[in-house]
């Protein structure tokens, strides 16, 4: 699917092509919620379309068996269920890319170019970011690697630098509620906020409008400020979060303090008060990180509640905490 944050870097790519230099590895990345893996498809399809049509013609032999997910030509290469354990990886490892190494190297079936999708290529671990560099240095006939990446920073600077690099960026705030507003039935305001709570991204904002979560959201935020006014206790607010989900509690949070933060800073709060809001944000990024393991959310959730309601900042939060 094209969205409109995607003209930038698809006007990137088809200047390439219509050079005929397109490079043996692309790197698609920026936040996520704006579709890198949607466009990194596009862009896969169009380079193994027979007519080279933008976005691949949809009717040609290899966009049809591209449609029906069985390319020859083609690999997608992301997490694998792990044989011994019954569960999804949640890394790329070293006998997967050795594998995609192996069909890069065989004769294509039909056209003249092979391609494979690497995602989320920074969750390689090292051995397969070295395998895949060797690739990266000496390429394979002409085959083209996209690797998509939520953050780049995490791939290995060997390999970034053997990449050519389209960048996508959040649409600004306007141009992104102006797009929710014409996919969706919401309203201005819902728009915003689940803009708010996603940080900026359009997709995941869409997301948040079809179900509980933006009042959940909202729910959050107001707990928030009634916790720092006072008017609730912090097991009261625990309470009535354990139902939210934890994943998006730890960022909503997260975000409250980067809000406030910014806020303080704008009215000049001092150092320690902005050093514990500092503090208790990246404590609730590195939650967020625990979600998936084995440790009480119920506990962690209410330590930092805990330490939200006993912040050493007497500034307003912003209009979105609606805290006096």
């Known amino acids: 699917m094209m969205y409109p944050w995607h003209k930038e870097p698809r006007g990137m790519f088809e200047a390439y092509l219509g050079e005929d230099r397109v490079p043996h590895a692309l790197l698609l990345h920026g936040p996520s919620g704006l579709g890198k893996l949607d466009l990194a498809r596009s862009i896969a399809r169009e380079l193994l379309c027979l007519e080279q049509a933008s976005g691949g013609c949809g009717e040609c032999r290899s966009c049809t068996v591209f449609a029906g997910g069985a390319h020859p030509d083609f690999r997608y290469i992301t997490f ?18 050795r594998a995609l190494i192996e069909t890069l190297y065989k004769t294509t079936t039909i056209g003249d170019r092979k391609v494979a999708i690497v995602y989320p290529a920074e969750r390689m671990n090292h051995s397969a970011a070295n395998a ?30 053997r990449c050519q690099r389209l960048m996508l960026r ?21 728009a915003d906020d689940a803009l708010t709570a996603a940080a900026g991204s359009p997709l995941d ?39 939210f989900d934890d994943e998006s509690v730890w960022t909503w949070l997260s ?25 208790l944000q990246r404590q609730a990024d590195r ?19 805990i330490q939200w309601k006993d912040l050493p900042v007497t500034l307003p939060l912003d209009q979105n905490t609606q805290e006096a």
């Open 80 to 97: 694998e269920i792990n044989s011994k354990t019954g569960k999804l990886r949640d890394v790329i490892i070293v006998p997967q890319i």
């Open 132 to 161: 895949l560099l060797k690739t990266l240095e000496e390429p394979a006939g002409n085959t083209v690697l996209i690797l998509v990446a939520h953050d780049a920073g995490r791939l290995p600077a060997t390999v970034r630098s």
């Open 170 to 190: 959040l649409p600004s705030r306007p141009e992104a509620i102006e797009w929710l507003s014409q996919v969706s039935d919401a309203s201005e305001n819902d």
């Open 205 to 243: 904002a869409l997301a948040m409008l079809d179900g509980d979560a933006l009042e959940n959201y909202r729910g959050t935020v107001k707990l928030l400020a009634m916790l720092r006014r006072g008017v609730t206790s912090d097991g009261k607010a625990l309470a009535a979060m354990s139902d």
């Open 255 to 279: 975000l409250c303090c980067a809000r406030l933060l910014r806020n303080a800073l704008e009215r000049g709060a001092s150092g320690a008060q902005l050093q514990a809001l500092a503090d």
């Open 287 to 305: 939650n967020r990180m625990l979600t998936a393991t084995t440790v009480r959310q119920d506990f962690l959730l209410r330590d930092w509640l």
